[in-house]
C-alpha cells in the first residue's frame, strides 16, 4: 500500500509538471467578453486580465527608461471590428535591484480595459476577436526577453435574451507564447477553443470501443474473477482492486501522452517534409491493414508471459493496470500508435496528457462498472466474430489516419474527395459486406448505426472540400490588391542590398510546407506588410530540393533546422538575431519586426554577423 501512495503522489507531481509544460510560468493571459451581448453598432469594453508569476514583474505601458519594452495590446484586423486604445491601470513606481533607477511595472494580477465598436451592418451571431499582448518579464537578477502573448475571446452578438449563466457567455482562452513554439500553442488553442468536448469524448470513445477487440474483451471477465479471488467476498475491496487497476492504467497512457507532446518538437520540423509525412501515412496503413488479418501483430511470449502473471494484493493489481497496454498490444496498440503521432505533432503537453487520460478512462470503465456490478457479470455478451468486426472499424480508421499526414502534398480537391471515398468504402464493407456470424438482430441494428456514421461523416467531408474548393476561386476572383515584389536569393542581391544600403528580408521556403502557403496567403498579402516591404530588399530562398549541395549549404550557413524560417539582414549582411522567427507569425507580428528591423538597421551591437562571401 505504501509503494502504491508514493506512485500516487509521484503521478500527482508529474501532473503538475506537464501542466506547466503546456502553461507559461510567467505571464498568462485570460480575455473577457462583456457580460451581456452587443448589439450591431453598439460598444462593448473587453477585460484582459495579466497573471504574473510571484518573483516577477513586467514594464508597465509607460516605462519610465527608453529602452525598456513596454507591455502593449494589439488585435488582429476584423472586418466590421473598431478596435479603441487599450486603457492600462496605474502603475508601480519602484526601485528593484534590477535596475539603478526606479521602474514603472506592473506585479501580481494586472486588468486592461479595451472598447471595441461593431458597425451597424456586423450580421453575424458572435465576433470572434484575437489578439495579443506584448511583455517583458524581470526577476530581481534578470530579465526574459519580450513576448508576445496571444488570446481570443468570443462576443456574443445581437442576443437579447440573458443566457443563465454567465460562464457560458464568455470563451477566454490562455495561449502562452515562447520563442521557441507557436505551432504547439496555436494546437492547445484550438483545443481548448473549438474541441475541449469533442476531443476527449472521441478518446474516451475510443477507448471504450477498444474494450471490445479480441484482445482485451476476453480478459474482462478473466481479471474481474481474479480482483473477486483477492476481495474474497469483500464488495469493497473488489470495487478497490478495479478502482487501482484503472488507475494503473492512467498512468501509463498520460505519461505516454505527455512524452509524445515533449517530444513532438524533435519530429515537428521534419513532419514538414514530403518524404516523413509519406512514411508515417505509409506506417498507418500496414497497421491498418494489421487489423484485417493480412498478417498477424504479436508480442514476444516472454515478454507476455512476464508481464501478464499477476501478484497478489493491491501491488499487484496496480503493476496489472501499468502493462495492460503491453498485453493487448496486438489490438490496441496501432490505435494508440495513430493517437500518439497525433500529440506529437501538437506538441502540447497539457493535450497529450488529457486524451490519453480519457482514452485510459475509456478502457478502464468496464471494469468499475462491471466490479461495482459484480453479479452481472455473466450477462456480458460471448466472444465471437463481432469482436473481429470491430477490430476491422479500427483498421479504416487508422486507413483515414493515414490520409490525413497527406493533406498537405495534395489539393484540397483531392484530399477531400479521397477521404470521402475512404469513409463511403468504410461504411459499405462494415455494413453489408463483412461477414459476421452473430445470432438476433442487435449487432444488425448496431453495424447498420456504425455504417452510417461513416456515410455521414464521407458526406460531411465532400461537402466542406467542395465549400472549400469554391471559396478558393471566389478569392481568386477578387480584385487584385498590391503584392510584395520578391526576388530570389542570391550573392547579387545581398550586395544590390549593400549598395543601395536597405537592410533584406529572407523567407526560407519550400513548395511542400503548409505554414509556408498560410504566410503567403494571410501574412504577406496584408496591405500594411506590402507597403512597408518597399523598404526591403525582399529575398525567397527556396529550400524545397532538400537533397541538393547547393540547398544544404545554405541551410547550414544560416543554421535552418526547418522552414518557414524568417530573418532579416543589415545591408551588410549582418544578421539581427533576435528578429529571426520560424513558423507561421500573424501580420500583426510580423509588422512588428519589419518596423524593428528599421529601427536596429545602424545599431550593430546587437547582432550578428554572417559573410556572405
Known amino acids: 500500500m505504501k509503494l502504491i501512495i508514493k506512485i500516487y503522489i509521484v503521478f500527482l507531481i508529474f501532473i503538475s509538471t506537464a501542466w ?157 507564447d515562447s520563442p521557441a513554439a507557436s505551432i504547439s500553442d496555436a494546437s492547445e488553442a484550438d483545443f481548448y477553443r473549438r474541441g ?74 521534419a513532419l514538414q517534409y514530403p518524404a516523413v509525412l509519406s512514411c508515417i501515412a505509409l506506417i498507418m496503413a500496414l497497421l491498418a491493414l494489421g487489423m484485417f488479418d493480412v498478417y498477424e501483430l504479436r508480442m514476444p511470449a516472454f515478454l507476455t508471459s512476464r508481464i501478464g502473471a499477476p501478484r497478489a494484493g493491491l501491488t499487484g493489481t496496480l503493476l496489472m493496470g501499468l502493462t495492460v497496454g503491453i498485453v493487448a498490444a496486438p489490438c490496441i496498440g496501432p490505435f494508440v500508435l495513430g493517437l500518439l503521432t497525433y500529440v506529437g505533432e501538437s506538441g502540447s503537453a497539457l493535450v497529450g496528457f488529457s486524451l490519453f487520460f480519457a482514452l485510459a478512462i475509456g478502457l478502464g470503465l468496464p471494469f468499475l462498472v462491471l466490479g461495482f456490478f459484480s453479479g452481472n457479470i455473466h450477462r456480458l455478451p460471448r466472444s465471437g466474430d463481432w469482436m473481429v468486426w470491430v477490430r476491422k472499424i479500427f483498421g479504416f480508421v487508422l486507413f483515414c489516419m493515414a490520409w490525413y499526414f497527406m493533406r498537405s502534398l495534395l489539393s484540397t480537391l483531392t484530399w477531400s474527395l479521397g477521404l470521402t471515398l475512404l469513409l463511403m468504402i468504410g461504411g459499405i464493407y462494415l455494413a453489408w459486406v463483412a461477414q459476421v456470424t452473430v445470432a438476433g438482430k442487435t449487432f444488425t441494428v448496431f453495424r447498420n448505426i456504425v455504417g452510417g456514421l461513416f456515410f455521414a461523416s464521407a458526406l460531411y467531408f465532400a461537402v466542406t472540400g467542395v465549400e472549400m474548393v469554391l471559396s478558393e476561386k471566389t478569392a481568386a476572383a477578387e480584385p487584385v490588391k498590391e503584392s510584395i515584389i520578391w526576388e530570389n536569393f542570391s550573392r547579387e542581391n545581398l550586395l544590390k542590398a549593400r549598395e543601395e544600403q536597405r537592410p533584406v528580408f529572407i523567407d526560407f521556403y519550400a513548395d511542400w510546407c503548409a505554414p509556408c502557403r498560410e504566410l503567403d496567403a494571410k501574412t504577406y498579402s496584408n496591405q500594411e506588410v506590402v507597403r512597408l516591404a518597399r523598404r526591403f530588399v525582399m529575398l525567397k530562398a527556396d529550400l524545397t530540393a532538400g537533397d541538393d549541395p547547393a540547398v544544404r549549404n545554405l541551410m547550414e550557413r544560416y543554421r535552418i533546422r526547418g522552414v518557414p524560417t524568417l530573418i532579416f539582414l543589415r545591408p551588410d549582411g549582418g544578421e539581427m538575431a533576435s528578429l529571426r522567427g520560424t513558423g507561421f507569425v500573424t501580420a500583426g507580428t510580423f509588422l512588428d519586426r519589419m518596423t524593428r528591423a528599421l529601427r536596429a538597421a545602424d545599431d550593430p551591437s546587437q547582432l550578428t554577423l554572417f559573410d556572405f562571401d
Not at 26 to 42: E, L, M
Not at 210 to 220: A, D, K
Not at 245 to 261: D, K, Q, R
Request: proline share 8%; glycine share 8%.
Open 20 to 176: 506547466a509544460a503546456g502553461v507559461d510560468s510567467v505571464v498568462g493571459v485570460r480575455a473577457f467578453a462583456p457580460a451581456d451581448p452587443v448589439q450591431a453598432g453598439g460598444d462593448a469594453a473587453l477585460t484582459i486580465e495579466l497573471e504574473i508569476a510571484r518573483s516577477y514583474h513586467i514594464n508597465s505601458n509607460s516605462p519610465l527608461q527608453d529602452y525598456l519594452i513596454p507591455t502593449s495590446v494589439e488585435f488582429d484586423p476584423l472586418p466590421g471590428v473598431t478596435f479603441d486604445d487599450a486603457v492600462f491601470p496605474e502603475a508601480d513606481v519602484k526601485k528593484l535591484p534590477v535596475s539603478d533607477t526606479p521602474m514603472s511595472v506592473y506585479e501580481r494580477a494586472v486588468k486592461i480595459t479595451a472598447a471595441i465598436r461593431l458597425a451597424e451592418d456586423f450580421s453575424q451571431k458572435e465576433a470572434i476577436l484575437h489578439g495579443r499582448v506584448r511583455s517583458q518579464a524581470c526577476d530581481r537578477n534578470s530579465c526574459l526577453p519580450p513576448v508576445w502573448t496571444p488570446f481570443s475571446v468570443v462576443v456574443p452578438v445581437g442576443v437579447t435574451a440573458r443566457p443563465p449563466e454567465t460562464d457560458l457567455q464568455t470563451l477566454a482562452l490562455t495561449v502562452n
Open 196 to 269: 475541449l468536448f469533442l476531443n476527449f469524448l472521441l478518446a474516451f470513445l475510443g477507448g471504450l470501443a477498444l474494450n471490445l477487440t479480441p484482445c482485451v474483451y476476453p480478459l474482462i471477465p478473466i481479471t474481474l474473477a481474479w480482483f473477486g479471488g483477492q476481495a474474497r467476498g469483500d464488495k469493497a475491496a473488489l470495487i478497490a482492486h478495479a478502482g487501482v487497476y484503472v488507475f494503473g492504467m492512467a498512468v501509463t497512457y498520460s505519461i505516454l501522452g505527455v512524452v509524445a507532446a515533449l517530444t513532438g518538437s524533435l519530429f515537428g520540423a
